[in-house]
């Protein structure tokens, strides 16, 4: 801030608890997430009343109107309401030519007509459930108006990594519940790596008797105490082939489709853990990582592992068995791709295994990154036997892959780039760009442990993978993007909430919504507020949101106005100037408000919004600087 500042005016962007009904009657566009292609408002409304009938022509949308009258009973008072009849209808009549996934929305004070094929049907609903108030409500109204939406890209995931913290199936239908409800359609499901896995393999029991339990460990990850000789594994867990399969038609019923990843060469300790043969050093006291440390991180971004978590891509007896469980898993999954991870594959003990490096002289395979690419080569011959399509993280390419395989892209722009001029299909889920979840949310210290980074909710938003100097041709590649959650510091259901909420609302609508409708200020200001005050009331953890984009900032100048917005409908705003935590015993902020300071002082104030269930954000820090 320029020290010739004298009075500063901070105009909050963040919405008053009475503008937002206001805003949501003028711009009701903005009440939906992610934001609709096109809405027409028209005079009148839809009343609700005990003569609105709930119909369908169609077999496919038979569910979706189950789903939407369940909803409806919990929501709806009316039933006392007489009046005219009027219908609620679901058709795929007229739907031909709508997109992949697309629908109308049609209100009109005699009907609401929703128009599509099957998926397109589920997102009407969705979007028809998102107009309507959070409350249950005596009378339920809706303005008159025409929704034609389609999706921006199609495929729109979110992965979890069950590995490092192993997740219930209860808990994740939880998850595919709220994916759905946000038009998200790709679970991606990070089933092995080196703390854990997941999957049963009937032809190999002890990827899951061995392979799905470690030692019980507190604290942090990467830190935890090694495995003592003769600990007894008791933490973990897997899920049945039944399970999964529960998973999948769970998913599907939703519109979701599952995509499995079994992560190797690398990240595969509990792999060896079970089957020390499959490894180069065959070194039998490996055990399943509780999270303590097994390799040391250069400023490079290289790595030295110190325990061995790779595959011997050399043995016949590794091809033996990822012949196997990608025989299962393909058996399983019917999506058309599977993921085999290939990312921070370790090369130190192939280099050191005289083994390989006569294979490698044998073969003609100049590098370790060539003997990588041999080994993916190999699987996706594997996985294409099994009529489905390999994908795996940038680094699968590291060699030179020639193979005609999709990417999962992390890095971002450079490698997209290059990845999209080779013609190769690919997902962006860069963590740089807002996408990793397990990233901080803010630069604060009061953020939960976190993976580092920095990934707060409008980088999520503003996120555009169609970068600059691609042509029409090598957009075609873009599958989509992806949201992911590495777990390694979310233990519990509650952090995993925290963690995604809100980030996956902005996700939905850059996975959605088209890029000439994204608006981060209506976003955050009209539409966020809507839907973190429904997490609030149904209980779900998520991050409040603070007054200001960046929690620590200095202001110099005598007189600080103020003028604040609460982000949230119904929270609270409560502050200090004596240097301590503000809390609802603090100043209650209640509107503008002017801070003198004195000549030559300082003074910091600190910002805390608190929701109506008593959630409470980070601090926010704004010295206010006089001294000079
Ligand atoms: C990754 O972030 N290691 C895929």
Redesign the pocket.
């Known amino acids: 801030m320029r020290s010739t500042i004298k009075r500063v005016c901070i105009s909050m962007s963040l919405l008053l608890v009475f503008a937002l009904a206001k805003a949501q009657d003028s711009d009701i566009r903005t009440t939906i997430i992610p934001a609709p292609a096109k809405i027409e408002k028209h005079e009148g409304q839809f009343v609700f009343n005990d003569q609105t009938i709930i119909t369908t022509d169609d077999m496919v949308a038979q569910p979706i109107v189950r789903i939407f009258k369940a909803y409806l009973s919990a929501r709806s008072k009316s039933g006392r309401v007489q009046s005219k009849r009027n219908s609620i209808r679901f058709t795929s009549k007229g739907a031909d030519d709508l997109p992949d996934e697309g629908y109308k929305l049609n209100i009109t004070s005699e009907a609401i007509v929703i128009t599509g094929k099957k998926a397109g049907l589920f997102y009407g609903m969705q979007s028809l459930i998102q107009l309507l108030p959070i409350e249950a409500a005596e009378i339920l109204r809706l303005p008159c108006m025409n929704i034609t939406d389609y999706p921006r890209f199609a495929y729109r995931g979110l992965m979890l990594d069950v590995s490092r913290h192993f997740f219930s199936v209860a808990q994740i239908k939880e998850l595919l519940d709220m994916m759905s409800q946000y038009k998200l359609n790709r679970f991606h499901w990070h089933l092995t790596d080196d703390q854990g896995w997941r999957i049963e393999i009937k032809s190999l029991p002890k990827l899951t008797q061995v392979g799905a339990f470690r030692v019980p460990r507190n604290g942090d990850f990467g830190a935890m105490e090694a495995p003592r000789p003769g600990e007894k594994a008791t933490d973990g867990g897997f899920y049945t082939q039944d399970e999964v399969r529960e998973i999948i038609r769970y998913a599907a019923e939703r519109n979701i489709q599952v995509m499995p990843e079994i992560d190797v060469p690398g990240?595969s300790m509990a792999a060896i853990a079970a089957y020390p043969h499959l490894s180069c050093t065959q070194d039998t006291s490996i055990k399943v990582s509780p999270g303590s440390s097994f390799a040391k991180w250069f400023p490079d971004k290289k790595f030295e592992m110190y325990i061995d978590n790779t595959l011997n891509p050399t043995s016949e007896e590794t091809y033996v068995f990822l012949d196997k469980v990608f025989t299962e898993v393909a058996a399983l999954f019917p999506y058309e791709y599977i993921h085999i991870?290939g990312?921070?594959c370790y090369k130190g003990f192939w280099e050191r295994d005289a083994g390989v490096q006569a294979f490698m002289k044998k073969m003609n395979i100049g590098s370790t990154h060539e003997l990588q690419d041999y080994f993916t080569s190999r699987l996706n011959k594997i996985i294409r036997s099994k009529n489905r399509k390999l994908i795996g993280?940038d680094e699968i390419l590291d060699g030179g892959l020639n193979d005609q395989v999709a990417i999962?892209n992390?890095f971002g722009e450079k490698g997209a780039i290059t990845q999209l001029k080779r013609k190769l299909n690919i997902v962006l889920a860069p963590?740089n760009n807002g996408l990793?979840f397990d990233y901080a949310q803010s630069r604060s210290d009061m953020e939960p442990i976190n993976h580092g980074g920095f990934s707060p909710v409008w980088k999520a938003y503003g996120y555009n993978p169609e970068y600059e100097g691609l042509n029409e041709e090598d957009k075609k590649h873009i599958m989509g993007v992806s949201g992911?959650i590495?777990t390694e510091n979310i233990p519990s259901i509650s952090k995993l909430q925290y963690m995604i909420f809100p980030r996956m609302f902005a996700l939905a609508e850059t996975a959605w919504s088209q890029e000439y409708n994204k608006d981060y200020k209506g976003f955050a200001e009209v539409t966020l507020p809507k839907h973190l005050e429904k997490l609030d009331k149904a209980g779900y953890n998520y991050r409040v949101p603070t007054p200001f984009v960046y929690t620590d900032t200095t202001l110099t100048g005598k007189h600080f106005h103020f003028d604040l917005k609460v982000p949230m409908a119904g929270a609270k705003i409560y502050y200090t100037l004596n240097n301590r935590l503000p809390g609802d015993a603090d100043h209650e902020y209640q509107g503008p408000v002017t801070f003198d300071i004195p000549e030559g002082k300082k003074r910091i104030l600190k910002i805390i919004v608190i929701s109506p269930s008593g959630r409470r954000s980070v601090v926010t820090n704004i010295t206010l600087d006089n001294s000079n």
């Open positions: 990240h991870g990312d921070e993280w999962m992390r963590g990793y992911c590495w």
